[in-house]
């Protein structure tokens, strides 16, 4: 069985739980409730994508890193083949 799928599926089910929650305890018009349970879903999203993003960027800079190791290296090399 998947983990990874498993915990991210009630991780999911739990933000829904708390959102209803939340809007249940609210203070407020249904109206108002409405439109807050869209600013939170909205926002959910919006972070859901900005994990992603941030994902890329580390696999990204991880490559450069790795590279970066490589060209250091092969630098040292070749300066201990010019003395040599």
Known sequence: MDYEILVEALTEEDT?????????????????????????????????????????????RDEFQAENRKLKRRVVTLEKQLKG
């Open 16 to 60: 829904q739980l708390k959102t209803k929650m939340a809007l249940q305890f609210m203070d407020a018009t249904e109206e108002d409730k409405q439109a807050a349970e869209r600013l939170f879903y909205e926002q959910r999203d919006e972070i859901n994508i900005l994990n992603i993003e941030l994902a890329a960027v580390k696999l990204s």
